[in-house]
């Protein structure tokens, strides 16, 4: 390495010293000015060895997928991106319609863009989304963010059911779901108890002790399908009976979950859910979110937010609230149309690659991950921090070791990956099978070893703050 890359990686240091980063969108934002691999790091990575490249080729060859990553925006081909279930990649066609639906739809239709375009966009996209997660096209639809959506059905839930005052959820939930858990409750009084079910191990979801904890009091049944951190996923269909046993009502969170793993919300009999879609639907930074009420349940339930998009005959400008018929009463206010449409180019992707097919080769670009960790991570001291078993996992693999936080921002700002890290030391690994080739998971390992034999995170541990 000169001395002259040595300098400006130690800048950068000292910068992330300065700054500690808290959020993981602020550490990539760091990455815009990463210096490339040069030739000695590339020779100093030697555990990888030439059958193991040509043995990634061969699978990205014969991956009958291996088309679809052309239709994402590819700025950088060197960097690894690990992180679609935190921020999907650009699709192509997003691009394109942006200058559609600011330049036509709005600067040349104006007002009409509406009738033409716009009015209708929240249940059309749901409608598509609908079909991957094995629901109806009336019982999605898409509005505001995933926080929002859960309070709403979450509130809709608790009230239609005044004799039953407890929730029962788990920790290794998204923390926003608690939060806004705790905010219903206190809403209503705290006559509500939320019951957090803890993990034995941090990885695994608690399932003897949630079945435990259903009884006659509870209302509700709130889970994430797949968990943020380890990625454990749960069995939706057996804990929603279990829940229906004791006459709760479920609602899932499949922000983890859609777009990676097959959903199949009918067959499971959940009767509510929602989820994100800027993590493997590629919807984009901040896309509006989706919320799915089963049939059966729409009339019963209210949306504590009400407003005039939810209203029944809302151009009718009465004074008082009357809710709208079907799923629709599920949204407040104006939609962000921009970024609401700029859903779509991602979830029809999904469409065309089939959701069967993508969650096989998800299966496939895991298990080569986690045999690659067992060769040659596992000795470095990285541990599994995701379920073994394919059957109980979503799309992403977490590593941890003791230096996890210092090995991830020298993989950011040193070795192009560009994974995450949730607390303790989770180093979490994103396989979006719509875009991600067994080279680049390949290559992330190679970077993996690099990080640790070529002493890069020592930089970054040194200058941690004692205090995250
Ligand atoms: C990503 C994620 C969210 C995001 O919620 P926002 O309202 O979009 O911030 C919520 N819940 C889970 C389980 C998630 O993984």
New binding site residues.
């Given amino acids: 390495m000169s001395a002259g890359a040595h300098l400006t990686r130690g800048v950068e240091g000292e910068a992330l010293h300065k700054n500690p980063p808290t959020q993981p969108w602020s550490r990539q934002r760091m990455t815009s000015a990463q210096p490339k691999l040069n030739h000695a790091h590339k020779e100093m990575m030697m555990s990888i060895t030439t059958a193991e490249r040509a043995y990634a080729a061969t699978l990205d060859a014969d991956d009958p997928l291996a088309e679809l990553r052309n239709a994402f925006h590819i700025a950088d081909p060197d960097l690894i991106y690990l992180d679609g279930n935190s921020l999907g990649r650009l699709p192509r066609a997003t691009q394109a319609l942006v200058n559609a639906i600011t330049t036509q739809q709005w600067g040349e239709r104006l007002i009409r863009g509406w009738n033409e375009h716009w009015f209708y966009l929240p249940e059309q996209i749901g409608a598509k989304i609908a079909a991957l997660i094995g629901a109806d096209a009336d019982e999605v639809i898409v509005a505001d ?4 959506n859960l309070f709403k059905l979450a509130l809709a839930a608790l009230k239609a059911q005044p004799g039953r005052t407890r929730i029962v959820s788990d920790d290794l939930n ?1 923390p ?2 608690l939060y806004v858990l705790q905010g219903a409750v206190e809403l209503l009084n705290a006559a509500h108890q939320l019951l957090i079910i803890p993990s034995a191990d941090g990885i695994h979801g608690p399932i003897g002790a949630i079945e435990q904890a259903l009884d006659q009091q509870t209302a509700l049944l709130s889970l ?1 399908h797949v968990v ?1 951190k380890s990625g454990y996923r749960y069995d939706m269909a057996a804990l929603t009976a279990a829940a229906h046993a004791v006459g709760a009502l479920t609602l899932w ?1 499949l ?2 979950s859609v777009g990676a793993v097959p959903i199949d919300l009918h067959a499971a009999n959940v009767d509510l859910a929602v989820g ?1 879609c800027y ?1 493997f639907l590629n919807g984009g930074p901040g896309a509006p ?1 989706f919320l799915y009420v089963r049939r059966d349940l729409q009339a019963q339930l209210r949306n504590p937010l009400t407003g005039w998009m939810g209203r029944h005959d809302l151009f009718g400008f009465a004074l008082n609230y009357t809710a709208a018929e079907g799923i629709r009463r599920f949204l407040t206010g104006t939609p962000p149309i921009v970024a609401l449409a700029l859903i779509e180019p991602g979830v029809d992707l999904m469409l065309q690659a089939g959701m069967d097919r993508l969650y096989a080769k998800a299966v496939a670009q895991s298990r080569y991950l986690i045999d690659l960790w067992q060769r040659h991570l596992a000795p470095l001291g990285y541990t599994l921090n995701s379920p073994p078993n394919a059957a109980q996992r979503g799309s992403h693999i977490s590593l941890g070791h003791p230096d996890g936080l210092a090995i991830d921002l020298a993989l950011i700002a040193d070795l192009a990956v560009l994974p995450d890290f949730r607390q303790p030391d989770n180093i979490r690994l994103g396989i979006a099978p719509i875009y991600t080739r067994y080279q680049d998971i390949l290559t992330a390992v190679e970077r993996l070893i690099e990080a640790i034999r070529g002493e890069h995170y020592l930089r970054y541990r040194d200058r941690l703050p004692t205090v995250t």
């Fill in positions: 963010s995933t926080s929002i998204f926003s779901d994430s943020f969170d922000s983890h994100c993590k979110a």
